[in-house]
C-alpha cells in the first residue's frame, strides 16, 4: 500500500473510531484492518514512513578512498572541470582493480557523497516582495538560502 492511500485509510480509521463503532475492535473488523493499525491511526494522523536501513556498501569499498579524492581535487577547479558520476565510473573502471560496482551504483554514492560536503549549495539574493504601503522606501535585497543543484 502506497502512503498516500494509507494516509487515507488513516483518516478513514480516525473518523470510523470517533463517530462510528467508537472501538478498537469494532473498526478493526468493519474496516477489515488489523487492531495495531487502528491504534496506530489513532495515536497519529500521518502514518510513519517506513524505515530505511543502511547498508554497508560492499561493492564500492574499493572505491570509496578514490572517490573522495577525486571529490576532494574537484573542489578547487571550476565547475565545469569537475567530473560527473559517469566519468568516475569510468576512472574506476581503468584504474581501481577489484571494484565491480554498477555505474548505477557509482552515480548514487558520489550524490550522496556530492551532498554531504556540501557540493550544488548556492547562496543567492530574492527581492523581497511588498505591499502598496511600503513602495516608498528603497528596498534591499535580502539573503535567502535556495539550494540549487548542479546540472
Request: proline residues 4%; contains cysteine; hydrophobic residues 40%.
Amino acid at each position: 500500500m502506497d502512503w498516500r492511500a494509507k494516509v487515507e485509510l488513516f483518516e478513514q480509521i480516525r473518523l470510523e473510531y470517533e463517530f462510528g463503532a467508537g472501538t478498537i475492535q469494532g473498526v478493526a473488523r468493519k474496516l477489515g484492518v488489523h487492531r495495531r493499525a487502528v491504534r496506530e491511526a489513532i495515536r497519529s494522523a500521518v502514518p510513519a514512513r517506513r524505515k530505511k536501513t543502511e547498508r554497508p556498501h560492499i561493492k564500492m569499498a574499493p572505491a570509496a578512498e578514490f572517490i573522495d579524492a577525486i571529490l576532494e581535487e574537484d573542489r578547487k577547479v571550476h565547475r565545469k572541470q569537475r567530473h560527473t558520476a559517469t566519468r568516475i565510473w569510468h576512472r574506476i573502471r581503468d584504474e581501481v582493480p577489484g571494484c565491480t560496482a554498477a555505474e548505477r551504483t557509482v552515480r548514487r554514492y558520489v550524490e550522496q557523497r556530492k551532498e554531504a560536503l556540501g557540493f550544488g549549495r548556492h547562496e543567492i539574493f530574492v527581492r523581497r516582495a511588498t505591499t502598496g504601503a511600503l513602495k516608498h522606501r528603497s528596498i534591499g535585497m535580502k539573503p535567502m538560502p535556495i539550494w540549487m543543484a548542479n546540472g
